[in-house]
């Protein structure tokens, strides 16, 4: 298994490497760079536009003028009477003045030492801003995945052994309803019946915590972190638990019928030995092989519109306004980040297989 496992860690660095190569491709192809958007912040909004750029370019007011008033042609859309000397500057600030081979190289090494350099529009590096967001990702997600799969875990095995009776048709209509509705309007129903939208003013609307959080004692600082925390998570969850329990009553349901279940059951085994006993591990191999994505799927792009409405400032929200302002260190950062923590996770999940079932082994299987 240690073979097996150094195997695919070594696998992460070309899959990383490919997945960072197709999306630079990508973004070199993209209209409106960061070039661009610069451009359009000094024609709307006047060369005082440029100020928070001219210290680290030492631009003068001189230059600035000369940037609007002087014509010239320019590759940049909107470029049309700036100075190509002034676009040159902005192109050298953003690292555009190399060819993109050596932008890719230089982002390449940069990343292995998990440097990621510094934001293009927030005056920040990469690493604080993901820092200052991560913190609200990591509330949404380890809640709701931990919720999602203590709920749905048992009320699948129940589904899987009740399969047809009272208790299997109702919950079957509530899982339909959950696997129809998408969590943002789970999250607009809950505003209106809990956060003062229509009845009852129970929940702030607003941020993970409340404005004179930092004055509060321990004991209500835990209080005020989950009063925010529970209509954001109990979106996600209501959302999410449907497939996973679908799937863990199908695949329970499948190794009940089986023939040695049947056996063991002649035997005179009791139901509660059968059922955890022998068909747990087989049952389980399926759900623990969607724990991955499952997870990525929930830390970080299941919980963007939750962000939105919650007014969460997250890595979701923070990933999707990045792409929208062509923000790239910021962009290629969560890529890269992401990417990783899944193929880590994949690498998990086969490790979680053998203890679950001791019966597979990915050396033997490699070696055939």
């Not at 490497?17 to 999306?23: A, D, P």
């Not at 299941?302 to 400032?313: H, P, Q, R």
Request: glycine letters at 8%; zero cysteines; proline letters at 4%.
């Amino acid at each position: 298994m240690t073979a097996y496992a150094f195997r695919r860690l070594l696998l992460i660095i070309p899959t990383l490497l490919g997945i960072l190569t197709i999306n630079f491709a990508i973004i070199q192809t993209a209209p409106g760079g960061p070039v661009d958007q610069m451009i359009a912040k000094i024609r709307g909004t006047d060369v005082g536009a440029t100020s928070r750029f001219t210290g680290s370019q030492d631009m003068g007011n001189g230059m600035q003028d000369k940037a609007i008033h002087s014509a010239g042609e320019s590759k940049y859309r909107g470029a049309r009477g700036l100075d190509p000397e002034f676009i040159a500057q902005i192109e050298k600030m953003y690292g555009f003045d190399k060819p993109p081979l050596e932008r890719f190289w230089i982002m390449i090494k940069n990343y292995l030492t998990f440097d990621f350099g510094d934001s293009y529009f927030r005056d920040i590096s990469v690493i604080e801003l993901l820092k200052e967001k991560l913190p609200v990702s990591i509330s949404l997600g380890l809640w709701s995945t931990l919720f999602i799969y203590l709920i749905s875990i048992p009320l699948g095995i129940r589904k899987a052994v009740k399969d047809g009776t009272s208790f299997d048709l109702w919950t079957s209509a509530v899982i339909i309803i959950g696997y129809a509705v998408p969590s943002f309007l789970f999250a607009i129903f809950l505003i209106v019946l809990f956060a003062g939208g229509s009845f009852w003013d129970l929940f702030p609307l607003r941020g993970l915590t409340s404005d004179n959080f930092d004055s509060l004692t321990w004991p209500y600082k835990i209080l005020d972190y989950f009063w925010h925390i529970t209509l954001p998570v109990t979106a996600l969850v209501i959302s999410g638990f449907a497939s996973l329990t679908l799937l863990t009553k199908n695949s329970f349901l499948e190794e009940i019928n089986k023939q040695y279940v049947l056996t063991a059951k002649a035997k005179g085994v009791s139901q509660k030995n059968v059922l955890y006993g022998h068909i747990f591990s087989n049952a389980m191999l399926i759900v623990i092989a969607g724990f991955p994505s499952a997870v990525v799927h929930i830390f970080f792009t299941g919980s963007l519109l939750i962000e939105v409405i919650f007014s969460l400032d997250g890595i979701g929200l923070l990933g999707f306004e990045s792409a929208i302002s062509r923000d790239y260190p910021v962009v290629f950062a969560t890529l890269y980040i992401f990417t990783l923590i899944g193929l880590v996770l994949h690498i998990i999940g086969d490790l979680v297989y053998t203890l679950v079932d001791p019966r597979i082994d990915f050396d033997k299987r490699a070696g055939t």
